[in-house]
């Protein structure tokens, strides 16, 4: 896991099980510690088609945003060629 790029906001993993993390973000700027959005990557030597369970754990408006039809977007640079939503 790295959010060492510009706009990466990770801020620490913790391996909670085998496949399993929970991701904390770095707070945002100008707030009283909200954690509105998520940019981070993920390089990994799994095989191919191994589920990982990511778990973000001080997102604060998760709720709000599903309700306002935002969704989460993913890829995958070794095999997707373009942006896909989680459903």
């Known amino acids: 896991f790295s959010g060492d790029f510009e706009c990466g906001n990770i801020d620490f993993v913790i391996k909670s099980e085998d496949n399993e ?3 904390f973000l770095k707070k945002d700027t100008f707030t009283r510690g909200h954690q509105g959005w998520f940019y981070f ?3 990994s030597h799994l095989k191919e088609r191994t589920k990982l369970r990511i778990n973000i754990c001080n997102l604060k408006r998760m709720i709000r945003m599903a309700k306002m039809g935002q969704k989460i ?3 995958s640079v070794e095999t997707d060629h373009e942006w896909k939503t989680l459903n």
């Open 21 to 23: 993390y929970n991701v």
């Open 41 to 43: 990557k993920i390089a």
């Open 73 to 75: 977007y993913y890829k």
